[in-house]
C-alpha cells in the first residue's frame, strides 16, 4: 500500500503526559498537511509543509504543539502536556506540486484520548 | 475568512432514492471547490472537484456544479445504494492557499 500511513492509529495518555504521532505521506508528495477533526466537525487546518519547510501554521497550533518534517519525507506532531480538550482524530494529508491546491490524500487518521 | 455550511444530517434514505446535500460557501478570491467522502473506517477520500464557475465535477455517480452566482456547491446523485453510506464533508482551497478550509459534513445512510 503506497497511500499516507499514521501511527499510532489510537493514542490513550493522562492529562499532562506528552504523544508523538508521525505520519508517512506518499513517496512523490513534497507538500504535508496536518488537520484535527473532533466529532460532529469537519477537519481544522493545523499547519502545512512543502519538502522539510513548515510555511504555515494556524492559530489552532498553540505553543504545546510542534511539526517537524526534518528530511522532507515523515512528519512527526508532538503535543506537550496534554489537556483534555486536546482529544481529538489528528489527520495527515499529502499532496503533489502542481496539482490542483486542495486535491489532498489523506491517511486514516491518529485518534488522541486524553483521561 | 472564508466558511463552508453543509445541511445537518443524518440523512436517511432508502435504495435507488435520490440525493441532494446541499453546501454553500463564502470565499475571497475564487476558490476551488471540492467533496470529500469518508467510508466508515477510512481516511477521507477526494470524490469530486471544480475549479471555476460553472463547472461540473462527477464521479461514481456523483455530480456537483459550481454556482457563484449562488456560491453554492450541491451534492447531488440520482440514485444512491447502501454502498453509498457515509460522511460527505465540502471544502473549499484559496486560490495561492494552502488549506482546505471543510464544512461541519453530513452523513448519509442509505438503507435497503
Known amino acids: 500500500d503506497t497511500g499516507v500511513s499514521q501511527n499510532p492509529r489510537h493514542k490513550i495518555t493522562k492529562r499532562g503526559q506528552n504523544v508523538t504521532f508521525r505520519c508517512d505521506p506518499i513517496?512523490?508528495?513534497?507538500?504535508l498537511y496536518w488537520y484535527r477533526q473532533t466529532l460532529g466537525q469537519g477537519p481544522e487546518f493545523l499547519t502545512y509543509f512543502q519538502n522539510e519547510a513548515q510555511l504555515e501554521k494556524s492559530r489552532l497550533l498553540s505553543d504545546r504543539f510542534s511539526a517537524e518534517r526534518p528530511k522532507g519525507s515523515f512528519s512527526t506532531l508532538e503535543i506537550q502536556r496534554t489537556e483534555q480538550g486536546d482529544s481529538a482524530m489528528y489527520l495527515c494529508?499529502?499532496?503533489?506540486?502542481?496539482?490542483?491546491?486542495?486535491?489532498?490524500?489523506f491517511g486514516e487518521g491518529s485518534r488522541l484520548t486524553v483521561l | 475568512g472564508n466558511s463552508v455550511t453543509q445541511m445537518e444530517g443524518p440523512v436517511t434514505l432508502s435504495e435507488e432514492a435520490f440525493l441532494t446535500i446541499n453546501c454553500t460557501y463564502t470565499?475571497?478570491?475564487?476558490?476551488?471547490l471540492f467533496w470529500y467522502v469518508q467510508y466508515p473506517g477510512e481516511g477521507l477520500q477526494l470524490l469530486l472537484k471544480a475549479t471555476k464557475a460553472d463547472d461540473k465535477g462527477s464521479n461514481k455517480g456523483f455530480e456537483a456544479t459550481y454556482r457563484k452566482e449562488t456560491t453554492s456547491f450541491h451534492l447531488e446523485k440520482g440514485s444512491v445504494q447502501v454502498s453509498d453510506s457515509a460522511v460527505y464533508f465540502c471544502a473549499l482551497s484559496v486560490q495561492g492557499g494552502n488549506k482546505l478550509t471543510f464544512g461541519t459534513g453530513t452523513q448519509l445512510k442509505v438503507e435497503l
Open positions: 470565499a475571497t478570491g475564487y476558490p476551488s
Open positions: 513517496s512523490e508528495h513534497n507538500r
Open positions: 494529508a499529502s499532496s503533489a506540486t502542481g496539482g490542483i491546491t486542495g486535491e489532498l490524500f
